[in-house]
């Protein structure tokens, strides 16, 4: 049984929102800070942003920070993480992934987000 379920990407066109869900199991989820990763074509993975298990979040402050246009959430009931993402870019194109801060968790499949006119 999969940990990590990311599902609601997609092909969207610039300017567009997307907003991402990622299920874990209830195990790997409680009492741990979450992030979202993405990994362009031919690039590393890199991370998007993270968010406590109080529901503080970061996005860093990197030229290639998402702050202002992404929005991370998490439903502690559900075992739930949330990205909303607003203002996409074409560079924002890639396969998004959630796990742990560390990630130290299985990783799931992603889900792929493709911005193009």
């Known amino acids: 049984q999969a940990q990590l379920v990311e599902s609601g990407g997609g092909l969207v066109q610039p300017g567009g929102s997307l907003r991402l869900s990622c299920s874990a199991s209830?195990?790997?989820?409680?009492?741990?800070?979450m992030a979202w990763f993405r990994q362009a074509p031919g690039k590393q993975r890199e991370l998007v942003g993270i968010?406590?298990?109080?529901?503080?979040?970061?996005?860093?402050d990197s030229v290639n920070s998402v702050k202002g246009r992404f929005t991370i959430s998490r439903d502690n009931a559900k075992n739930t993480v949330y990205l909303q993402m607003n203002g996409l870019k074409p560079e924002d194109t890639a396969v998004y992934y959630c796990?742990?801060?560390?990630?130290?968790?299985?990783w799931g499949q992603g889900t792929q987000v493709t911005v193009s006119s």
């Open positions: 209830v195990n790997w989820f409680n009492g741990r800070d």
């Open positions: 796990n742990s801060v560390t990630g130290d968790i299985p």
């Open positions: 968010i406590s298990v109080g529901g503080r979040t970061d996005y860093g």
